[in-house]
């Protein structure tokens, strides 16, 4: 008996009306998830980015759970829901999810949602470049589609303003005791941390630690002191901890590792996170403007960023950084959720 052909879902069976059925596009930017919602979730109300992702936490939050928790997701699934645009300027809009909740902004998530909206024809594609303009909670993102026989082999982005909040900040680590850290804002808050302070040289196979140590030290700087954003409450929250060492592979500058939302850990190196070390090396006067940083993921997967110019963000002197990286996509879902199941919105084991 040929099982392939006797399970072959070739019937004109479909699901019951009163489930809710959700379509997705899945891709990966240097091993990081992103399942992108393009049909099925409930239409969101706010004039803004913010005001649409405030609506989705109050209203339909459950949707969140059920599409990156399991059994449909797992603890570090990453995802985004398309929005119409929100400023005259923008293709469209997205907010970002993960397992805690809704991000600010997402690098590697641009850079996919680009590689997406070309390759599945979602917007026409101009060669050899195509620009794509994203209406994000944290502000308009610009990105820069590098197209070769019809295919997206690189995407750029150019990010909101980033800055340093303050640099060389202390606090004391339950079980870790004093460290040292650097805050900086990339479109989403980060606390910087070299690794070595707490023995860790941010490979696969400290995983747990870095978790471990990621929250640990996350949850102590909100503890102890108030993290405010120049324009948007929404905003100021301190979304993880990056931590920094050298890199393991020859011709790169160094290896980023983010503990971000719930614990997760992000697989790329970031593009908030490398946005928010642009600013903090040109800062330093260890970057200048123009001249590029290349930061390896705990994979091996790599960002490259620069410093497009200076610029002024509040009160804070800021850059535009750009960041370059590669996505890929790995599958389209259609997913349905019972109404009668129990365990609809989803459960999460860490």
Not at 186 to 204: H, I, K, R, S
Request: hydrophobic share 40%; charged share 20%; net charge negative.
């Amino acid at each position: 008996m040929n099982l392939t052909s006797a399970f072959n879902p070739q019937t004109s069976w479909q699901p019951p009306k009163d489930w809710l059925c959700i379509e997705t596009l899945d891709a990966h930017t240097g091993g990081e998830p992103l399942r992108i919602i393009t049909s099925g979730f409930p239409e969101l109300v706010g004039d803004t980015i913010l005001e649409k992702r405030r609506f989705a936490r109050e209203n339909y939050d459950h949707l969140r759970t059920a599409l990156m928790f399991e059994p449909r997701g797992h603890a570090d699934m990453y995802g985004c829901i398309l929005t119409p645009p929100v400023t005259p300027e923008a293709d469209f809009g997205v907010l970002f999810i993960h397992n805690e909740g809704y991000s600010t902004m997402c690098g590697h998530a641009i850079i996919a949602l680009a590689k997406v909206a070309i390759q599945m024809g979602m917007l026409p594609v101009k060669t050899p470049e195509t620009v794509i303009r994203i209406d994000t909670p944290a502000g308009l993102v610009t990105a820069f589609a590098t197209i070769e026989n019809g295919e997206v082999v690189n995407v750029r982005f150019q990010n909101v303003p980033s800055y340093v909040a303050e640099l060389d900040a202390e606090v004391d680590v339950p079980g870790l005791g004093k460290i040292r850290y650097d805050l900086a804002f990339g479109g989403a808050f980060y606390a910087y941390v070299q690794a070595d302070q707490v023995g860790l040289e941010c490979t696969p196979d400290e995983h747990k630690e870095l978790i471990e140590k990621g929250m640990q030290i996350k949850r102590a700087v909100m503890n102890s002191r108030k993290i405010e954003h120049p324009t948007e409450e929404d905003l100021g929250f301190l979304y993880g901890t990056i931590f920094i060492a050298p890199p393991l592979t020859q011709g790169v500058d160094s290896r980023n590792v983010c503990i971000f939302a719930e614990g997760e850990v992000d697989r790329s190196p970031t593009g908030t996170g490398v946005s928010g070390r642009a600013a903090i090396h040109y800062a330093r006067k260890e970057l200048r403007q123009g001249q590029t940083m290349t930061i390896e993921s705990i994979l091996g997967s790599t960002f490259t960023t620069k410093v497009l110019q200076e610029t002024t963000f509040g009160d804070y002197s800021a850059i535009i950084p750009e960041v370059s990286g590669e996505a890929y996509l790995t599958g389209k879902h259609q997913f349905w959720i019972d109404p009668k199941d129990a365990l609809q919105k989803g459960f999460i084991f860490r």
